[in-house]
Structure formats: structure tokens, C-alpha cells
Nanobody, 120 residues
Framework: QVQLVESGGGLVQAGGSLSLSCVAS????????MGWFRQAPGKEREFVAH????????SYAESVKGRFTISRDNGKNAVYLQMNSLKPEDTAVYYC?????????????WGQGTQVTVSS
């Protein structure tokens, strides 16, 4: 079992920045592919970013490419999401996810989510 705990959400004005963190426990973190997803009210959960277990491979949704950066520190069992140039449409609950194989909306492990609100 893997437990994931997100932190770092909050309220920010458009154009501002936030940094999210996700700390994992209960399993060998360095074996896990990690991802960030988000879900806005009335919408389905969507992919934001992914990072491979080595950190060598990352991918991003087109809507956040160039603005968000995912990274990880296997020594701290943590994955991060740096969000810059935030837009009101980035408002959502952000979830950290982990899977030993493909990180998708069907990932094996999920955090409880952290709210990000971007005001215009």
C-alpha cells in the first residue's frame, strides 16, 4: 500500500505561482511513476503531468505545458508541481497519483487532493 499526502494549494491571483508537494509512504517510492491530476467542479478528472520513476521522463497536458513543471526527490519520497502563470481555468482540486506502471486516471494510488483557486 502507498499513502500519498498533498500540500501547497491555496488562493492566488491570475499570473501568480503556487508549488504543490506530495509525500509518499508505505512503499518503495523510487519504483513508482508519479503524476498530478486535477478536477474542476462539474468536470471529469484530467491529467496534468507525469514523471517516471527515475525522473528522466516527464510529460504534460497541452494546457499547462510551459507553465507547470513536475519534479521528484526520491530521497524525500516526494513529487512536486511548480505552477507558474496561473490562470482562472487552472482552478481545481489537484491530486497526486502513483502507479508502478502507467499513471492515468486509473492509477492505483491517490492522495486526498488539495484545492487550487486562481482569481481573475
Amino acid at each position: 500500500q502507498v499513502q500519498l499526502v498533498e500540500s501547497g494549494g491555496g488562493l492566488v491571483q491570475a499570473g501568480g505561482s503556487l508549488s504543490l508537494s506530495c509525500v509518499a509512504s508505505g512503499s518503495t517510492f523510487s519504483n513508482l511513476n508519479m503524476g498530478w491530476f486535477r478536477q474542476a467542479p462539474g468536470k471529469e478528472r484530467e491529467f496534468v503531468a507525469h514523471i517516471s520513476w527515475t525522473g528522466a521522463v516527464t510529460s504534460y497536458a497541452e494546457s499547462v505545458k510551459g507553465r507547470f513543471t513536475i519534479s521528484r526527490d526520491n530521497g524525500k519520497n516526494a513529487v512536486y508541481l511548480q505552477m507558474n502563470s496561473l490562470k482562472p481555468e487552472d482552478t481545481a482540486v489537484y491530486y497526486c497519483a502513483a502507479d508502478r506502471y502507467v499513471v492515468s486516471v486509473r492509477a492505483d494510488y491517490w492522495g486526498q487532493g488539495t484545492q487550487v483557486t486562481v482569481s481573475s
